[in-house]
């Protein structure tokens, strides 16, 4: 076994860190677990963070003239072409999002389809950037052999390699002229909305600011993001500004956002322009709410309550509500933690001025932060729980499942379980997941982040009728595997390992019989029906 020292040696070494920021690192980690993290943890965990594989096994690498449909990879590649993300409409009338690059090596090229938090990355690679695509899947697709990353892909930007490659556009100025990853835009419009400045921790511990505009011209309307001291502007909505050395990118659920950084320059402008007026939205049905939604209201009964822990940024709380057409999980963050003391299962809830976003498996989730609120509902019109519970929860063999089939249980026996990665990197202020892109962490909601660790598992669940693939996060992976995130990533520094938890998980899971709730999906790479557990039962 490896001695923690020359793991750290390791990590420095690919860092470019001292050993002492590694060792305080590895203590802050340790300290955010109460001491339950190892030594061996805590490397691990601070390997994470700089995306360095600690390992013993070398990472096998398959060239591209090698690649055959139907198998996993990991491919390095270098960036020839990036394409901008785009929207399409899934069979269950569900937006998605795609992109692709087109990779090279010296044995030849292919295409690397994004799909939907993946497509982070196209927006941000230039010509000549490397990229090793870890855990892809490869098909044929309608422009011949192409590799597909999906939710288990992991995709490093830049990683240690002597390989080089080939440059980018240029701006618009009107709205409906803009495109995926401009590095240079220049426009001039009016402010519509004003979501003001919030503060955020950065990696090094100093504090950042970001705000955000929902801007318009006449030719369309365009989020735009404030970073540092472009944050703390005094400005209000109608006025009219000129934002210039900006940068494009697609934000959540394929939708282009403005970026505004150190090297940009917001100012107000003396420009007349004629535009469109926004509507409020009206108190929605839960079965009627999607992502990117502002200012929402919305009232439903409690199902689940998660009381509040604590995360690197500061408290959080969960809940899951529901009505009469269906159920959505809602998000309080730092001190609206708080509402949830008091509220138990059954409670009916009334939630104001929240937003919505989508989590991990592409749906959406109501957010809580410092403008929203929740309280109870009196006098409310919502369904009672147990009426609710039966109406929406209905029980179904493997075989008769289908696409988008939501709250339904099955039952059966685990006969198979993923050799994958159970730990996975999320942003802890939306719990997206975050990528790694050069060496830092990116959240595409939340901008530069310090990640959090998280548990993943995915397996095969039979019954008499037939079997299906199950992917199951956080807490139910915990409850399913038998174990936390701190005894798997000290199981795994010890080992030096990351399949070292599925062969651990094997001997508890395997034939074991289990009954689950959640949600039926197609998965687009791998052409099949897979079941995203909401709860082990």
Request: hydrophobic share 35%; aromatic share 4%.
């Amino acid at each position: 076994m490896t001695e923690v020292a020359e793991l750290i040696e390791r990590v420095v070494t690919e860092s470019g860190k001292t050993e002492k920021e590694i060792r305080e690192r590895m203590d802050a980690r340790k300290e955010a677990t109460h001491g339950l993290l190892s030594d061996y943890g805590a490397i691990y965990a601070v390997a994470k963070e700089f995306n360095i594989e600690i390992n013993q096994q070398k990472t096998e690498i398959t060239k591209i003239s090698h690649l055959t449909p139907q198998m996993s990879a990991n491919v390095l590649g270098r960036v020839k072409a990036a394409f901008e993300p785009r929207e399409f409409e899934r069979k269950d009338g569900k937006r998605g999002k795609v992109s692709s690059i087109i990779l090279a090596d010296e044995t030849g090229e292919i295409r690397l389809t994004l799909w939907d938090s993946n497509t982070e990355i196209s927006k941000r690679v230039k010509k000549n950037d490397a990229i090793l695509v870890k855990n892809g899947y490869v098909k044929e697709g309608m422009r011949g052999m192409e590799l597909n990353a999906g939710a288990l892909t992991s995709l490093t930007l830049n990683p240690k390699t002597d390989e080089k490659l080939p440059p980018l556009k240029s701006t618009v100025n009107k709205i409906s002229q803009l495109k995926q990853d401009m590095p240079s835009v220049n426009v001039v419009c009016r402010i519509n909305s004003i979501y003001p400045a919030s503060e955020f921790e950065r990696e090094d511990g100093s504090v950042g600011h970001r705000a955000s505009l929902i801007c318009e011209d006449e030719t369309g309307t365009i989020r735009v993001v404030l970073w540092g001291e472009l944050a703390k502007q005094e400005l209000e909505a109608g006025d009219i500004i000129e934002i210039e050395e900006c940068y494009t990118k697609l934000g959540m659920n394929n939708v282009l956002e403005l970026q505004a950084g150190n090297r940009s320059r917001v100012s107000k402008s003396d420009a007349k322009l004629k535009l469109p007026k926004i509507e409020k939205k009206p108190q929605l049905e839960i079965g009627g709410i999607g992502p990117e939604l502002q200012g929402i209201a919305v009232e439903g009964r409690v199902m689940k309550l998660y009381p509040p822990r604590d995360y690197s940024g500061g408290q959080m709380a969960s809940l899951v509500i529901g009505d009469q057409t269906g159920t959505i999980r809602a998000v309080l963050w730092n001190e609206k933690a708080k509402l949830s003391e008091g509220i138990k299962a059954g409670d009916a809830v009334k939630i104001t001025n929240a937003y919505t976003r989508a989590n991990l498996n592409n749906e959406p989730e109501i957010h809580i932060g410092k403008y929203g609120n929740m309280t109870k509902a009196k006098d409310s019109n919502v369904p009672e729980l147990s009426a609710i519970e039966e109406s929406l929860i209905k029980e179904k063999d493997i075989i008769a499942l289908e696409d988008n089939d939501r709250s339904t249980r099955i039952a059966g026996k685990v006969v198979d379980i993923d050799k994958r990665p159970v730990i996975f990197m999320t942003c802890p202020e939306c719990g997206k997941k975050a990528q790694s892109l050069g060496g830092e962490w990116f959240c595409e909601t939340c901008g530069d982040i310090t990640p959090t660790p998280n548990m993943i598992t995915s397996f095969t669940v039979e019954d008499k009728t037939g079997s299906i693939r199950a992917v199951a996060f956080r807490q139910n992976a915990q409850k399913l595997l038998g174990t936390d995130v701190g005894e798997v990533m000290n199981l795994i520094g010890e080992t030096q390992d990351e399949m070292a938890p599925v062969e651990k998980a094997k001997e508890k899971m395997l034939n074991k019989k289990i009954s689950l709730v959640g949600n039926v999906r197609f998965n687009d790479f791998s052409e099949q029906l897979e079941f995203l557990v909401d709860e082990v039962v």
